[in-house]
């Protein structure tokens, strides 16, 4: 049985650098054009967004969760969406044929509207559902690897470099101890800032929770997780168009002159963490239900 792995980002690291994004698009094929840097597109598989008006940070990933148990995956009429048992949920493209379906994977999707759709890759000229997959095929344990080379033929590419100096993952996990670790999703081991984690969901879960690291605030769930020391991160939706009406308005009331002047901020403020501990609670409680 294969660990559950997820991706870790410290928004308070993260420079939004893009290249990420950028590694990501390369790894991938995915196509160069994109409308803007603050959109996720079928040519995009994730983006990296500050969560206030103005552009200087937090730095907040936006792309799929790989949900516990994602309606995309049950709902889709070909089977091109899989649940994998590192916790990846994968697309495959040669399966995908949006042009025969409702697109039930956009319309049930609970994290905003993902999978984005259309012609978003040099591999294909008609439209396909694009996302992120955790790099499945391509990173992980080398058995996950040769199993997905065994579905699909070489159609995903080489293995990402090996991870050598662990420098990427989750402090406590080991290469040894753990096979998945042995390859990183292009987007952990490209990030010049170590903004990005990999390691099991377990040992993120634990990371975070630890009081002696510092995080006043996190988010996440599935395979997709993120926490801060300095800010407060509202849940970040694969879709940042959703949310850009919130988090400005959450931020500038936490950060602006006049939270530093009157009480009410302040007790709002502590209010608000109360929520967001309590959401991360119910969040654990939810997956740890499903997956039981």
């Known amino acids: 049985m294969s660990n559950v792995m997820a991706v870790f980002q410290d928004v308070d690291t993260c420079m939004r650098c893009r290249g990420c994004v950028i590694s990501c698009k390369r790894t991938w ?9 603050h959109k996720v597109d079928p ?24 949900c516990p148990d994602p309606p995309c995956v049950r709902r889709c009429p070909f089977n091109a969406l899989t649940k ?21 994977c956009l319309i049930d999707c609970q994290r905003a ?45 080489e293995p990402l470099p090996r991870n050598m100096r662990n420098n990427n993952n989750v402090p406590g996990e080991s290469l040894g101890a753990i096979p998945e670790l ?7 081991y490209t990030c ?5 984690k990999w390691g099991t969901r377990e040992g993120i879960r634990t990371y975070i929770n630890d009081s002696a690291n510092g995080y006043i605030s996190a988010q996440g769930d599935g395979s997709m997780y993120w926490a801060s020391k300095r800010a407060i991160i509202i849940q970040p939706k694969a879709d940042p168009y ?27 403020a502590g209010g608000l963490l109360a929520v967001i501990a309590r959401r991360q609670q119910n969040m654990e409680e939810s997956a740890g239900t499903r997956e039981g």
């Open 242 to 268: 959703i949310e850009d009406h919130i988090t400005p308005m959450v931020s500038n009331l936490l950060t602006g002159p006049f939270a530093k002047a009157a009480l009410v901020p302040t007790i709002f």
């Open 84 to 104: 994998q048992d590192n916790g990846a949920v994968s697309i495959d493209p040669d399966l995908c044929d949006p042009s025969q379906c409702q697109r039930q």
């Open 113 to 157: 509207g993902y999978p984005k759709i259309g012609v978003g890759s040099d591999l294909f000229a008609t439209e396909k559902a694009w996302k992120c997959t955790l790099c499945w095929g391509r990173s992980g344990s080398d058995e996950d690897i040769a199993l997905a080379t065994a579905q699909r033929g070489e159609s995903y590419g």
């Open 43 to 66: 040519g995009t598989r994730i983006i990296i967004k500050s969560q206030r008006r103005i552009d200087n940070g937090p730095f907040v990933r936006f792309s799929c969760w790989h």
């Open 192 to 196: 010049p800032a170590k903004a990005m």
């Open 29 to 37: 094929k995915m196509k160069a054009l994109s409308p803007g840097v």
């Open 182 to 188: 042995e390859h990183e999703p292009s987007c952990v």
